[in-house]
């Protein structure tokens, strides 16, 4: 993958959805997801951003964080379970040009792996950001990552989607941008990078 053929996607994280996770930590599991926004953002990948029954008024905004980070983009809101039933969704992610397509999405049992298999049918590379993503339960959520890996899937975690774009520390324009990400979304790993980088 590279900043130049991959597209970041981000489905769903509201707060009922992000309030009935039961397979990690709810507040690390938002502050991935925002990480991952901002790696979209700094890397300029193309962005699409779906809700769930917004307009309906069955469901909340995204959480404010991801509102932030995610903010003067588009949201496409839609009442189906499976984003890959949307047609503006759907239209938005070919529009973008990008064949590899980096997914998020709650939960990792319906609105993930919905869209996974369908974008995989019809030729997409589809790269789920395992620690961004989670289900009702741990059960639930790894039972959704095998069988989308079956179906061809390729998981990844945030931070080898970080040192993937950035690839080589001479594309010097995004190192310094590279280290605040790592340090504010990697919690204690992040830290101790950041102790290391000081004492140079």
Request: overall charge negative; glycine content about 6%.
């Amino acid at each position: 993958m590279t900043p130049k053929n991959s597209a970041l996607v981000i489905i769903d994280y509201q707060p009922v959805q992000v309030n009935s996770i039961d397979s990690m930590d709810r507040q690390l599991l938002v502050n991935n997801v925002v990480g991952l926004a901002k790696i979209g953002r700094t890397y300029e990948l193309p962005i699409v951003h779906s809700t769930v029954n917004v307009q309906t008024g069955l469901n909340k905004p995204p959480v404010p964080q991801l509102r932030q980070a995610l903010d003067g983009l588009p949201t496409y809101d839609r009442t189906s379970i499976n984003a890959w039933e949307d047609r503006e969704f759907v239209d938005a992610v070919k529009a973008t040009g990008r064949r590899k397509l980096i997914m998020a999405a709650l939960w990792t049992e319906a609105c993930l792996t919905f869209p996974t298999l369908d974008a995989l049918r019809e030729g997409y590379e589809v790269y789920p950001v395992v620690d961004a993503v989670g289900g009702t339960s741990l059960a639930s959520h790894e039972a959704a990552l095998r069988r989308i890996e079956q179906a061809g899937a390729r998981l990844i975690s945030w931070a080898q989607l970080l040192c993937e774009l950035q690839r080589d520390w001479s594309r010097q324009e995004t190192v310094d941008q590279f280290m605040r990400l790592f340090i504010e979304t990697g919690g204690t790993a992040g830290l101790q990078f950041a102790v290391d980088l000081d004492q140079r």
